[in-house]
């Protein structure tokens, strides 16, 4: 998802928990629902081998990037 504000989502997230509540929906033994922090996001972007980016080691600059057009075509 883009474009949401943080306090949306952590609306969001109490609206979900109060639904689950709600419906007796019990999550598995020691798992809970919050917010990704942004070490948790970087993480999860770049995997654990360390890398600066999440498609290696090379900036986006010395990446040719083909942009795709709403019909489908690179631009």
Known sequence: MVG???F???TYGA???AQLRKHHTRLPSGY???LSIEAEW???ARGTQGRV???GEASVRARP???ATSAGRSR
Request: net charge negative; aromatic share 24%.
């Open 4 to 6: 949401i504000t943080w």
């Open 8 to 10: 949306e989502a952590v």
């Open 15 to 17: 609206w979900l928990d």
């Open 32 to 34: 809970g629902l919050c």
């Open 42 to 44: 970087a993480l999860a």
């Open 53 to 55: 980016y999440p498609w």
């Open 65 to 67: 990037i083909a942009w």
